[in-house]
């Protein structure tokens, strides 16, 4: 581990985070009303199409992420592509304010369409920032998925409570305020001229073969996080019911999201400080997600509540997993790719990561039936990639050491 020295965080990575923020809190609040809001007495939907609508909604952001990316990196850039993005998907949530599926599906069209121009592009704005402080990265990157993190977390709770206490249409206009407001601060930011990059020592092959490992390495992390979920959400209700922990069972289904908090915190800290590789970052995540599923082995399929603590501890070991994993995805693409097509390249990074949960989705019956099944094949499969990961990582000393 290398000491970091002469690189900070500057203020513009605390505007982009809490843009950030409020975005996420905005989105994930209007996904946990949308469902209730499809099958209740205003539309009246069939329980099926409505979560075959939900499907259609998750699924169709990654196509419109990738022309977000386009039009943001090729025609307009990523500054306006995230400005116009937001007023599109405010414009979506206020939409849903019209009681018919006229409403539902010019809603649903302008949120997909929004957050597609959103998304990638203020993640590339943000990576951009760090494109000649490429030791801070993994920092930087774990300072806006803490941001993603809350936002979900408030964004829940907040609208989710606004729109069952005071009415849909209470929840969706607090969304849109929310998408809103999370663009002042790239507003208040100004365009910064193009920054001139240092020139990458590794060559082309190298810097692709990292990026293509990356790619693979999240796809099979997110989905192999679905499936080993099938028995975690199952642990999570039962927990939720027989616990004696004095914690208000509402906020159990929020659990990993408070867990990962002080996680995020510490790895914020010292990464600010000291420097260690990605992949060596990477490697240490699948290491701490098989401790993780390991872990839940020792809980019965139907738990007591003694085994509280267990199922508790295997969760801080899937966040300490996750936030080894997931920011640091974006800091490989950040640090080997070309500056000016990496919106482009973020909204790819979404297309093995579904495929790959898509592939896995094929076995979710057998997964539901049996979760125990679902947790074995995560952990043979985080086995796998680690060892890969760590016979990566030995390669790759070896070659810096004999000068290749």
């Known amino acids: 581990m290398e000491k970091i020295r002469n690189q900070k965080h500057t203020k513009e ?3 982009f985070a809490m843009s950030r923020m409020l975005e996420r809190a905005s989105y994930y609040g209007f996904r946990a009303l949308i469902l209730l809001y499809m099958v209740g007495e205003t539309l009246n939907m069939k329980t099926l199409d409505a979560i ?6 998750i ?11 386009l039009f943001g990196d090729l ?3 990523n500054r306006k592509s995230v400005i116009i993005g937001g007023i599109i998907q405010a414009s979506g949530a206020f939409s849903l304010c019209i009681p018919s599926t006229t409403g539902l599906y010019l809603g649903l069209f302008l949120v997909v369409l929004g957050n597609g121009f959103f998304t990638p592009n203020i993640i590339s704005i943000f990576g951009k920032l760090y494109v000649n402080k490429t030791k801070l ?5 774990t300072i806006f998925h803490l941001a993603i993190n809350l936002g979900s977390f408030l964004g829940v709770l907040l609208i989710g409570y606004a729109g069952q206490a005071f009415g849909y249409n209470i929840g ?8 809103l407001v999370s663009i002042v601060p790239i507003l208040i930011l100004k365009e910064k001229a193009e920054i001139e990059t240092k020139k990458n020592e590794l060559s082309t092959d190298k810097r692709i073969l990292n990026i293509l490992i990356a790619f693979l390495v999240i796809g099979l992390f997110w989905g192999i996080y679905d499936i080993s979920n099938i028995r975690t959400s199952d642990l999570q209700l039962q927990f939720s019911e027989i616990s004696t922990l004095d914690f208000p069972k509402e906020l159990w289904q929020s659990i990993s999201a408070i867990i990962i908090l002080p996680i995020s915190l510490i790895a914020i800290i010292l990464w600010t400080f000291f420097y260690s590789s990605q992949f060596f970052k ?12 390991g872990i839940l082995f020792l809980i019965p399929e139907i738990p007591a509540d003694k085994h509280t603590i267990t199922y508790l501890v295997s969760l801080l070991f899937l966040g300490i997993s996750e936030i080894h994993i997931a920011p640091i995805m974006h800091s490989i693409l950040t640090k080997y790719s070309n500056p000016k097509y990496l919106a482009i390249l973020i909204s790819l990074a979404f297309l093995p990561t579904r495929l790959i949960s898509l592939i896995f989705g094929l076995f979710n019956d057998r997964f539901y039936d049996n979760p125990i ?3 074995k094949t995560g952990i043979i499969a985080m086995i796998i990639v680690g060892i890969g990961l760590i016979v990566y990582v030995w390669w790759n000393k070896k070659t810096t050491y004999n000068g290749v």
Do not use: E, K, P, R
Request: hydrophobic share 60%; charged share 0%.
């Open 172 to 179: 969706f206009i607090t969304s849109g305020i929310l998408i």
């Open 282 to 293: 990477l490697m240490l995540g699948f290491i701490f997600g098989v401790i993780s599923f």
């Open 13 to 15: 990575t605390f505007y």
């Open 52 to 57: 075959t609508i939900y499907g259609w909604l």
């Open 373 to 375: 099944l679902g947790l």
């Open 59 to 69: 699924g169709s952001l990654v196509f419109s992420q990738i022309i977000g990316a």
């Open 137 to 141: 990265l993994d920092s930087g990157f």
């Open 75 to 77: 025609l307009i850039g």
